[in-house]
């Protein structure tokens, strides 16, 4: 989500009131709580112009509302702790509003990676293997990029060869990292890990590290590291795609990710974005990419992380097939 859109959705759920707005964030994963959490805590006056823009883009009966809460702070504390409960709200709140602390694999989710790397740091390969495997793969991919490289090496041989967690493995980890889960000893065996998950966070990790953690793991077990290899997406393999799957990826895409992404992309991989847009947006783009000066290689990775997200919630959607492996979905 782009600022203009994060305003527009922070103002948008001020306008809607707590019951309502803690309901929406009940439905969003924990960075875009954070991003929105963050924009609503900053907001502090809006003129009744832009509370009706935004409003008219939504139902007759939002449009209606223009008064904003006084008191930004205490409104997204209120949010938060509705729609997360006290524990999680506490802990993304100690982000938003310098707020108190909660443990578990759980809050790991609601933590900078940072923090979750230092609280792993001396942990047994294993361990956060098993721990990073319950995150989402970008995050357990900057968590990777926190360590060393030995460690990194280490955690993804064993996030590649984990087979799923056993409840009484996860009541160890509760021990190491305090309460997981209850009852997990109840819980049926989890399908974590595996080539799938590894090929995920390697993805996600790039800027070099991506090939240096393969090649550890090829050290150990050379047709494990194929595997993963064959079940990784880079951004070069769009152009494998086919036009209505990249029609169906741009339709998702903000024009400033697209630009940013292409501007570090081989020719063709333009071309074959180029041509599946229409004359007019084909021809924006192009003059977008002429005009826009040099660019910092890290965004531009960034940005092409970001189609690759949309990529492969796409694909486990079921809306698109990426080529490429055997039958390689990631």
Known sequence: MDEQGLNDAAILLMSLGEEEAGEVFKHLTPKEVQKLGETIARTRTVSHERVDEVLMRFTGEAAAQSLLVSDTGNYVRSVLKRALGDDKAALLLDRILQGGDVSGIESLK?????????????????????????????????????????????????????EGIQPTALKDLNEVLFKVLAGADKVRKSSLGGVKAAAEIVNLMGSGSDAVVIESIREHDAELAQKIMDRMFVFDDVMKLDDRAVQAVLREVASETLVVALKGAQPELRDKFLANMSTRAAEALREDLESRGPIRLSEVEAQQKEILKIVRRLSDEGQIALSGGDDAFV
Request: proline letters at 6%.
């Open 110 to 162: 609601w933590m900078d990676p940072m923090a979750v790397a230092e609280l792993l740091r001396n942990e047994h390969p294993q361990i956060v293997a098993a721990i990073l495997v319950h995150l989402d793969p970008e995050h357990a991919a900057a968590v990777l990029m926190q360590l060393t490289e030995r460690q990194r090496g280490e955690i993804m041989l064993r996030i590649a060869t984990l």
